[in-house]
């Protein structure tokens, strides 16, 4: 089986690994458990017009590359995936596909042509008919790469003060749905000193440190799909507060040293004081064994089977 992946390339300083690294990580981990190749077309141009002006460039990849199907990731990718007549299409939704109104109305045309449909979370499926070629799998995590490490290793090597405390936002500060000014708000509410740290541009190498390093990530977005980087922490057993955004909850409900709160401030920093005065890490690596990336492509190896079977 050859698979074609189809996701944006839109960043000035542009690097899959870097700026979309679970696409990459779901993708190499399926093509080393079964025998599939695979390849990517990467879409540049901004807005709806931008993405179907790679079309003409999509046809061409395909007919060069003799794919037996395509994999998109987000819904302006899959709506100019299913433009082309040549090969079946999976489209991966991921959160801002649906959250973002802009992106909706596209997103939902993407789906009903796809001939299969992944959403990270059974969140985004809320107010939709199940279309009978639906499913819900989360990105999952490499379990190799993200491991517990000692935190005051992990410190030096990043040239953190090993005696402060330090809480990791998982995003650039200039990423709007990311709440930045929350964030701020709630540690500046603090009554202890608290660093507030950004987590932009780093490898994967980089990530894992840090989540190994810090006293705990806080995610204050608007709104999520199903956050990579929840689920990183949680196989680093690092403590997390968040938002109740995408399938956070579901994930976090009834881990020890992880807790949902609103988006009042001080009832968010009261929650943030407790992990930090308790300074104790989560045992939640042990209990979310489902999201190990070999699961994950186990899942989506079968829906790729049954687009292709149905295709023969």
Same mark, same amino acid.
Do not use: W
């Given at each position: 089986?050859?698979?074609?992946?189809?996701?944006?390339?839109?960043?000035?300083d542009?690097?899959?690994?870097?700026?979309?690294?679970?696409?990459?990580?779901?993708?190499?981990?399926?093509?080393?458990?079964?025998?599939?190749?695979?390849?990517?077309?990467?879409?540049?141009?901004?807005?709806?017009?931008?993405?179907?002006?790679?079309?003409?460039?999509l046809?061409?990849?395909?007919?060069?590359?003799?794919?037996?199907?395509?994999?998109?990731?987000?819904?302006?990718?899959?709506?100019?995936?299913?433009?082309?007549?040549?090969?079946?299409?999976?489209?991966?939704?991921?959160?801002?596909?649906? /959250? $973002?109104?802009?992106n909706?109305?596209?997103?939902?045309?993407?789906?009903? =042509?796809?001939?299969? %449909?992944i959403? !990270?979370? *059974?969140?985004?499926l809320?107010?939709?008919?199940?279309?009978?070629?639906?499913?819900?799998?989360?990105?999952?995590?490499?379990?190799?790469?993200?491991?517990?490490?000692?935190?005051?290793?992990?410190?030096?090597?990043?040239?953190?003060?090993?005696?402060?405390?330090?809480?990791?936002?998982p995003?650039?500060?200039?990423?709007?749905?990311?709440?930045?000014?929350?964030?701020?708000?709630?540690?500046?509410?603090?009554d202890?000193?608290v660093?507030?740290?950004?987590?932009?541009?780093?490898t994967?190498?980089?990530? /894992? $440190?840090?989540?190994?390093?810090?006293?705990?990530?806080?995610?204050?977005? =608007?709104?999520?799909? %199903?956050?990579? !980087?929840? *689920?990183?922490?949680?196989?680093?057993?690092?403590?997390?507060?968040?938002?109740?955004?995408?399938?956070?909850?579901?994930?976090?409900?009834?881990?020890?040293?992880?807790?949902?709160a609103?988006?009042?401030?001080?009832e968010?920093?009261?929650?943030?004081?407790?992990?930090?005065?308790?300074?104790?890490?989560?045992?939640?690596?042990?209990?979310?064994?489902?999201?190990?990336?070999?699961?994950?492509?186990?899942?989506?190896?079968?829906?790729?089977?049954?687009?292709?079977?149905?295709?023969?």
């Amino acid at each position: 089986m050859k698979v074609l992946i189809v996701c944006s390339a839109n960043a000035s300083d542009f690097s899959l690994r870097l700026h979309q690294p679970y696409i990459v990580e779901q993708i190499e981990t399926i093509s080393r458990i079964y025998e599939i190749k695979y390849d990517y077309f990467l879409i540049k141009g901004r807005g709806i017009f931008g993405y179907i002006s790679n079309l003409i460039p999509l046809y061409r990849s395909l007919r060069k590359g003799d794919f037996d199907l395509i994999h998109a990731h987000y819904g302006l990718s899959g709506f100019l995936s299913i433009l082309q007549p040549f090969v079946p299409v999976v489209i991966t939704f991921h959160g801002s596909d649906f /959250n $973002l109104k802009k992106n909706r109305m596209f997103s939902l045309v993407a789906r009903r =042509f796809a001939d299969a %449909s992944i959403f !990270v979370s *059974k969140k985004m499926l809320c107010g939709l008919k199940n279309s009978g070629r639906d499913s819900v799998i989360p990105c999952g995590v490499d379990f190799e790469m993200f491991t517990p490490l000692d935190k005051l290793e992990c410190r030096a090597k990043l040239g953190l003060d090993p005696a402060k405390k330090f809480v990791l936002f998982p995003s650039s500060f200039s990423n709007g749905i990311k709440n930045y000014p929350f964030a701020r708000a709630v540690v500046d509410s603090l009554d202890c000193r608290v660093e507030l740290l950004e987590l932009k541009s780093r490898t994967r190498e980089e990530v /894992n $440190l840090f989540l190994n390093a810090v006293d705990l990530i806080i995610l204050t977005s =608007f709104s999520e799909g %199903s956050p990579q !980087v929840v *689920k990183e922490a949680m196989v680093c057993n690092c403590p997390i507060v968040s938002f109740d955004v995408g399938d956070v909850k579901e994930i976090i409900d009834g881990k020890k040293g992880c807790a949902i709160a609103s988006n009042d401030i001080i009832e968010f920093a009261d929650a943030v004081k407790d992990v930090l005065m308790t300074g104790a890490r989560t045992d939640s690596r042990t209990k979310i064994s489902n999201f190990d990336n070999k699961s994950i492509a186990n899942r989506v190896f079968n829906i790729y089977k049954e687009v292709v079977k149905d295709d023969l």
